[in-house]
């Protein structure tokens, strides 16, 4: 099974060294839209950060993370469809249109992942690299970035999979199939990982 999820994923070691931006295909954001996003973040800079860089080892980065994938979070906190004491909350008291601009402004910065000095790409948890690259910075527009997440959020969120609290096509059967020290790999794997968050340039 899991050699047939790897090779359905697409489990290859990404290219381009060890230290990735990620990419953004996207024209540049409305100046206006932009701010009210801006403002709009700022209900999330106590966890997330302003910059999306979490301040709390519970909460994940989201500074970089594509644009549909936070509205889709978000969007899952409000309906219910995902679970959680503060966000079901603030996902909740949110508009359509302030999760687009939030999210729109979150998205906007750059993020990169850089390897420690002493690891090599192909060190990398097998089974993840398909999606989230072996530095942690996703090639997918569905998928996280998990470069500099703490292995406490990696673990929890992996467990969750297992257990069914959270469901996903992709990450449902591989945690079904996954040990608690396996998951820990993995989770150390990408914890370990240097994220940067930063502006796009001229901004």
Known sequence: MR???IALLGGLLSAGGVSNVAAQDTPTPDADALQDGRKVAGMCRTCHGLDGLA???IAPHIGGEPVDYL???LNAFKTGEREHEMMTVVASGLSDDQISKVALWFSHFEVSGTLPADTSENDAPELCVGCHSANGISTLEDAPNLAGETNIYIETQLKA?????RVHDVMTPIAKDLTDAEMQAAADWYSNIAIEISEPPGK
Request: glycine share 8%.
């Open 55 to 57: 301040r709390i080892p």
């Open 3 to 5: 050699r047939f999820m």
């Open 161 to 165: 999979f297992r257990t069914g609290k």
């Open 71 to 73: 509205i889709a979070q």
